[in-house]
T-cell receptor, first 111, second 114 residues
Framework: QQQVKQSPQSLIVQKGGISIINCAYE??????FPWYQQFPGKGPALLIA?????SEKKEGRFTISFNKSAKQFSLHIMDSQPGDSATYFC??????????FGAGTTVTVRA | DARVTQTPRHKVTEMGQEVTMRCQPI?????VFWYRQTMMQGLELLAY????????DSGMPKDRFSAEMPDATLATLKIQPSEPRDSAVYFC????????????FGDGTRLSIL
């Protein structure tokens, strides 16, 4: 069964807009929550990650918001650019390093 | 810039043939993962190794798939015999269980079984 549920499956945003992707998990033992970005023909690349002891982490235009009580976390892409068009995966793991991935969200940024 | 290298990048073969995919992890990384990506199932973990020892291969069909690490610079994934349902992109990733311990992915082997 999928341990991390991701939504939406796809989204379209105008250049300069905000993209929001949501993930939910059940296993309270998870202690590492990364987001990966994947372009066609390439492997996933780590974008940003968060631990459950913080509620928000920002790197440039990318922000993770984490709600431990709700067992949810989300990725916000601010000022979306055409180069951000890619598939984004959330993931979660416990200390043994085995990642469980969400199903992915295809983001299309229209110029 | 250190990278995970996978070969071949593309492989087309007929059903029943043996397929071997290779991965060179980033030097110094002690953990290697094999994933399979399909439209239907997304990213699935097949197996992973730490310090060359298999830790978990529960995601791998045991009757036809095998994964090994002959040495610290080479991981292999074999399928014998191959079937059309094995068609997918296979990714290798490596990491080091220290610090922020991200996984670094290769660009995958796109496998087509006819």
């Amino acid at each position: 069964q999928q341990q991390v549920k991701q939504s939406p499956q796809s989204l379209i945003v105008q250049k300069g807009g905000i993209s929001i992707i949501n993930c939910a998990y059940e296993n309270t033992a998870f202690d590492y929550f990364p987001w990966y970005q994947q372009f066609p023909g390439k492997g996933p690349a780590l974008l940003i990650a968060i631990r459950p002891d913080v509620s928000e982490k920002k790197e440039g235009r990318f922000t993770i918001s984490f709600n431990k009580s709700a067992k949810q976390f989300s990725l916000h892409i601010m000022d979306s650019q055409p180069g951000d068009s890619a598939t984004y995966f959330c993931a979660a793991s416990i200390i043994d390093y085995k990642l469980s991935f969400g199903a992915g969200t295809t983001v299309t940024v229209r110029a | 810039d250190a990278r995970v290298t996978q070969t071949p990048r593309h492989k087309v073969t007929e059903m029943g043939q043996e397929v071997t995919m290779r991965c060179q992890p980033i030097l110094g990384h002690n953990t290697v993962f094999w994933y399979r990506q399909t439209m239907m199932q997304g990213l699935e973990l097949l197996a992973y190794f730490r310090n060359r020892a298999p830790l978990d291969d529960s995601g791998m069909p045991k009757d036809r798939f095998s994964a090994e690490m002959p040495d610290a610079t080479l991981a292999t994934l074999k399928i014998q015999p191959s079937e059309p349902r094995d068609s997918a992109v296979y990714f290798c990733a490596s990491g080091n269980r220290q610090g922020s311990w991200p996984q670094h992915f290769g660009d995958g082997t796109r496998l087509s079984i006819l």
